[in-house]
């Protein structure tokens, strides 16, 4: 089964960039519909974007739509989050998720923090 290694959390200011990354191992990352998920303290999990294995497109929570991006590198079995235009309110830590019909997997995690 599919083992992952989130990483790309840090400090960064306000309307800066980041790029997190999920490295997977065990398995291809285009076995799995791949997710991004956040948990800011003190509230609950929420999805921030999906990456279909095959098929349908991309999709966002409105909160980060048209600042991030999803994006597969299948060479490198890596899922990355490109996140642009950041704000105070996108501090949390970011999950990676792999999920098809025999598995659901979690990465450990990376946190993220927007603040001047």
């Known amino acids: 089964q599919v083992q992952l290694v989130g990483s790309g959390g840090g400090l960064v200011e306000p309307g800066g960039s980041l790029t997190l990354s999920c490295v997977a191992s065990g398995d291809t990352v285009s076995n799995y519909d791949m997710k991004w998920y956040r948990q800011a303290p003190g509230k609950e999990r929420e999805l921030v974007a999906v990456?279909?294995?095959?098929?349908?497109?991309?999709n966002y929570a409105d909160s980060v739509k048209g600042r991030f991006t999803i994006s597969r590198d299948n060479a490198k079995n890596t899922v990355y989050l490109q996140m642009n235009s950041l704000k105070p309110e996108d501090t949390a830590r970011y999950y990676c998720n792999a999920r098809n019909l025999w598995s659901n997997k979690w990465g450990q995690g990376t946190m993220v923090t927007v603040s001047s």
């Open positions: 990456l279909p294995k095959a098929g349908s497109s991309t």
